[in-house]
């Protein structure tokens, strides 16, 4: 599974993103999405994902509300509709895919995409 994300940018605190992850390979197949953020000298946080056939979503405690994880099964992608954007949510946004069982913690996860960078000025 390959993972190209882009999205990312400057913004105002208040402002909105949209971040997007487009995954290719042989077999897609059943396969778990997950967007996660890592800022400077902290650990990588998960922020959201959920099964890519299904339509329960979970998301982090410090974004629940704001973002939205969504899925476009006929583009092979998903993206995250970030609003209410806050200097805290400053960090570079990695996308990840996996097969086995969906879980917060990153180390689990085994497909990664490149970051893309996302800076929420105060």
């Known amino acids: 599974v390959q993972l190209q994300a882009s999205g990312g940018g400057l913004v105002q605190a208040g402002g909105s993103l949209r971040l997007f992850c487009a995954a290719s390979?042989?077999?897609?197949?059943?396969?778990?999405m997950g967007w996660f953020r890592q800022a400077p000298g902290k650990e990588r946080e998960f922020v959201a994902g959920g099964a890519w056939a299904g339509s329960a979503s979970y998301y982090g405690d410090s974004v629940k509300g704001r973002f939205t994880f969504i899925r476009d099964n006929t583009k092979n992608t998903v993206y995250l509709r970030m609003d209410g954007l806050k200097p805290e949510d400053t960090a570079v946004y990695y996308c990840?895919?996996?097969?086995?069982?969906?879980?917060?913690?990153?180390?689990?996860?085994?497909?990664w995409g490149q970051g893309t960078q996302v800076t929420v000025s105060s």
């Open positions: 390979g042989r077999s897609l197949g059943p396969i778990l």
């Open positions: 990840a895919a996996d097969r086995v069982k969906f879980s917060r913690d990153a180390g689990t996860w085994t497909y």
